[in-house]
């Protein structure tokens, strides 16, 4: 317990570097059914003390959010959003433009901007954002990767994320990947969270999402969202805080290349 109140005090207290700059803001990327929203849900659920929905997941096989969505915590006035999008898919012109990536994490793209797979954002189209400044960018882009699917990434896929994380790269934005459903994947985990970073195949998982993704390792973290239980557990909120802690150090990092 008192490890967790650590981790949201720092969460809460989190302060940007830069003083024109008020939120972290963090692009959550990755395949349809990844757990994008179920992770933004879960983190929520910790500072409202109970397990809630804001943000509405995907449950069908294709991306059905097609819009930039912002996603903040109205109980807390935490300093962090989060930016969902809508889910990559495998075919090649279906799911998020990898053309429009470039214009997320340069802020060029409004909130609620709908999407078209087919087409990416124009700079003359109405809404987009020009000159956008150091608060409309993205800091810190998070990978959501299902565990159970990272040994059976389709090739289309996984050079769907190498296209974004090159992509990612050249703008000098930090990266890290979220490992979900960890506990689908391997028995002693599910027998009890805490057994995560005991766990030799979840080892092995991260090594090869560390590959496949292009992250480095210590950029690779796994958690389980809350998707079945009704009840909070420490184990796993200490999992999705630290994830979120790791986060907002990458987006310092960020900063201190940023600092005016």
């Known amino acids: 317990m008192q490890a967790e109140k650590k981790l949201m005090d720092r969460i809460e207290s989190f302060k940007p570097s830069i003083s024109s700059v008020s939120e972290a803001r963090v692009l959550l990327v990755g395949p349809v059914g990844a757990g994008k929203s179920s992770f933004f849900n879960s983190f929520k659920s910790i500072f409202k003390g109970h397990i809630t929905s804001q943000a509405t997941p995907g449950t069908s096989s294709t991306s059905e959010v097609n819009a930039l969505s912002k996603h903040t915590l109205t109980s807390k006035s935490l300093p962090l959003v989060f930016c969902d999008t809508m889910g990559l898919e495998a075919e090649e012109k279906a799911g998020l433009n990898i053309d429009d990536i ?26 987009f954002r020009k000159n956008p400044e150091l608060k409309d960018k993205i800091h810190c882009v998070a990978y959501v990767i299902d565990a159970s699917k990272i040994s059976i990434m389709s090739q289309n896929m996984e050079d769907k994320l190498k296209d974004i994380r090159k992509t990612v790269n050249s703008s000098g934005i930090t990266q890290l990947v979220l490992l979900t459903k960890i506990d689908e994947v391997c028995p002693l985990v599910k027998e009890d969270i805490t057994n995560v970073y005991k766990s030799i195949y979840i080892k092995e998982l991260m090594q090869e999402a560390s590959i496949r993704i292009g992250v480095p ?23 999705l805080l630290s994830a979120v802690d790791q986060m907002l150090h990458l987006v310092d990092d960020f900063f201190d290349e940023h600092r005016e």
């Open 102 to 127: 470039s214009n997320i994490i340069n802020g060029h793209i409004p909130d609620r901007y709908q999407f078209n797979s087919s087409v990416p954002l124009q700079s003359e189209a109405q809404g």
């Open 217 to 239: 390792l210590f950029c690779i973290v796994p958690v389980k969202n809350y998707s079945e239980v009704l009840e909070l557990d420490t184990n796993i909120d200490i999992l």
